[in-house]
């Protein structure tokens, strides 16, 4: 299934499109945005990284069928990127995202992920979302409580940050659904 548009109350959640790498590249190589995020992201961020990233794994994980990514847009700026949200279909590992710092903490990213994550239980009939994220990572971690999800595993993790306590948390299709009647 295609990425659709997604909208809530204050944002839209426009399908990631290759012209989007230039906003990424300029807002997105940030210590504050990329020391939570998996090893493999590039530390220092390379000139052509959100171009390589967005063609060669993003869309290409979405051609096959196998991710859904949307950028985040304020309703009421809707040419701006704020962030990257997706749905990945990857064992433990099936929603990631991160906002730039100054739109942090004014709900966006919970909005973001509540939309999400309807779309995967409801439109994807997925049984069950995991979500893994450092430890450390405080807002992640609260927007994951917020949503209805429990920890289910701690682990090691390799970050840019370095090796870090990794949580796994998870929701499944009827809790979700029971949260949402």
Same mark, same amino acid.
């Given at each position: 299934?295609?990425?659709?548009?997604l909208?809530?109350?204050?944002?839209?959640l426009?399908?990631?499109?290759?012209?989007?790498?230039a906003?990424?590249?300029?807002?997105?190589?940030?210590?504050?945005?990329?020391?939570?995020?998996?090893?493999?992201v590039?530390?220092p961020?390379?000139?052509?990284?959100?171009?390589?990233?967005?063609?060669?794994?993003a869309?290409?994980?979405?051609?096959?069928?196998? &991710?859904?990514?949307?950028?985040?847009?304020?309703?009421?700026?809707?040419?701006?990127?704020? &962030?990257?949200?997706?749905?990945?279909?990857?064992?433990?590992?099936?929603?990631?995202?991160?906002?730039a710092?100054?739109?942090?903490?004014?709900?966006?990213?919970?909005?973001?992920?509540r939309?999400?994550t309807?779309?995967?239980?409801?439109?994807?009939?997925?049984?069950?979302?995991?979500a893994?994220?450092?430890?450390?990572?405080?807002?992640s971690?609260?927007?994951?409580?917020?949503?209805?999800?429990r920890?289910?595993?701690?682990?090691?993790g390799?970050?840019?940050?370095g090796?870090?306590?990794?949580?796994?948390w998870?929701?499944t299709?009827?809790?979700?659904?029971?949260?949402?009647?």
């Amino acid at each position: 299934m295609a990425t659709p548009r997604l909208e809530t109350a204050r944002l839209i959640l426009e399908p990631l499109a290759s012209e989007d790498a230039a906003q990424i590249q300029r807002i997105f190589p940030r210590w504050e945005i990329v020391r939570y995020l998996i090893a493999s992201v590039p530390w220092p961020y390379p000139d052509d990284a959100a171009q390589q990233y967005v063609d060669n794994v993003a869309l290409a994980s979405s051609r096959e069928g196998k &991710g859904w990514y949307w950028t985040l847009r304020r309703k009421a700026s809707p040419q701006t990127l704020m &962030g990257v949200i997706c749905l990945m279909d990857i064992p433990d590992n099936n929603r990631g995202f991160w906002l730039a710092p100054e739109w942090q903490g004014q709900g966006y990213m919970m909005e973001a992920c509540r939309a999400v994550t309807d779309f995967w239980f409801n439109v994807l009939d997925r049984d069950v979302l995991r979500a893994p994220k450092a430890a450390i990572n405080t807002r992640s971690r609260h927007i994951s409580e917020r949503s209805g999800m429990r920890l289910v595993r701690l682990q090691k993790g390799d970050y840019v940050a370095g090796e870090l306590e990794t949580e796994l948390w998870e929701i499944t299709r009827e809790e979700w659904r029971n949260m949402h009647r």
